[in-house]
């Protein structure tokens, strides 16, 4: 009897596989999770994630925050792919509010000359290589 | 005409440009792969936290939360997703035209706007009209995280919350293909009620705390989430649209170097035929 687990943030998948067990950091309290666990649907707080393989293994993933969802067969990890809080996001939000006021002043830094050019040498040394390999098959 | 070395240094110096478009039309190609992959792993995130909204909005019928609930619609939002870069064809400038003359709806109904712009395009754009521009962002680059979007999706949600706003959009640029990218205009708020249907066997879960209070954070996360996705699919059509227009620009310049060639063998021909018909000339004088 084992359920399945995975981990999934919106950038990108971070685990998946089946497990005997799963101990993860519940809003209220640190869950733990075996087969055939009633659906259950909490927040998690940043904390690590413990996940018992069927090998025997123990793996560890640390999260920032995010969304647990059970189901009895399936435990779902919606990882927040970054730390936040009410004050992270205030500051964030203050943040762009001020580059829209740069915007509208128009001190824009629109064309960014240093990247550009950083690019442009990127450009051409992935170039030169690609003639070289290009050579060397000939 | 001109003279043979003119024509030689032009044909150099256009080959030189040729490289670089062909350069950046390679890189554009291997940069789409990457990205499309990109997209392909946000959408079991997005998906799940869906279905999660449905369970939630089907287990408490009475609590209504504002994301939920439509209102009239007095003043409205836009989240506006654009390039940093150009050379990338026609992509910015098409989605522009579908924004105004959505934006000039709105005017002509008498509803005020907000934009939220993300990238610097867009900066460029909507600094000269006027906008009401209430937040920005750019360089999210082409590895776009989450937590750079946050600031920007915060200041809409708020303001949807306080009632400021009534509608949000959120307007991208749909991958369709590697021909073709459109422009889409999508509502982000009042969120959608997700179909029974889609919520198959239907049970419910055990809520740690209360639905209630799991509602609003989930409701965000599907926010920026949705808008995360949104830009990655923006970062694959610029990507797309460059290489279209790098692989143009190129075989534009072939054509010509082509012609320059052609031009050159002439003047070449043309110079040779008149130093013989000087020397036949001098030769008949002797």
Known sequence: MSIHVDIVSAEGDIYSGEANWVFAPGRLGELGIAPRHAPLLTELKPGEVRVETTDGEEMFFYVTGGVLEVQPHLVTVLADSALRGEDLDEDAALAAREKAREVLAGRSDEIDLAQAQAELVEAEARYRAAQKLKGKRR | ?286
């Open chain 2, 1 to 286: 005409m001109a003279s043979g070395k003119e024509i030689r240094t032009k044909i150099a110096s256009v080959k030189n440009t040729q490289k670089i478009t062909k350069a950046m039309q390679m890189v554009a190609a291997s940069k789409l792969r990457k990205t499309q992959n990109r997209m392909e792993a946000s959408r079991p995130y997005a998906e799940r936290i869906r279905t999660v909204i449905g369970h939630l909005s089907e287990a408490n019928p009475d609590y209504r939360h504002p994301y939920l609930d439509t209102r009239d619609v007095k003043r409205v939002g836009y989240i506006i997703v654009s390039t940093d870069r150009g050379l990338c064809g026609s992509l910015n400038v098409n989605m522009f035209r579908a924004i105004l003359a959505d934006l000039r709806r709105w005017e002509d109904e008498g509803v005020e706007t907000d934009l939220c712009l993300i990238g610097a395009k867009s900066h460029a754009f909507f600094r000269r009209l006027r906008t009401n521009i209430v937040a920005a962002t750019s360089h999210v680059g082409e590895v776009p995280k989450v937590a750079d979007l946050v600031g920007a999706i915060t200041t809409m949600t708020d303001a949807y919350r306080e009632g400021t706003i009534d509608r949000l959009f959120f307007v991208y640029n749909r991958f369709v293909n590697t021909m073709s990218q459109n422009a889409e205009i999508a509502t982000l708020l009042p969120v959608e009620p997700v179909d029974k249907a889609e919520l198959q066997e239907y049970w419910d879960y055990l809520y740690e705390p209360s639905a209630g209070e799991l509602v609003d954070g989930v409701l965000d996360r599907y926010i920026e989430s949705q808008v995360y996705r949104g830009v990655i699919e923006n970062v694959a059509c610029e990507m797309a649209a460059k290489m279209v227009a790098m692989k143009a620009a190129t075989e534009n310049a072939g054509k010509f170097i082509d012609q320059l060639q052609l031009d050159y063998n002439k003047a070449r021909q043309a110079a040779i035929t008149q130093e013989i018909a000087e020397i036949v000339g001098g030769a008949a004088a002797v």
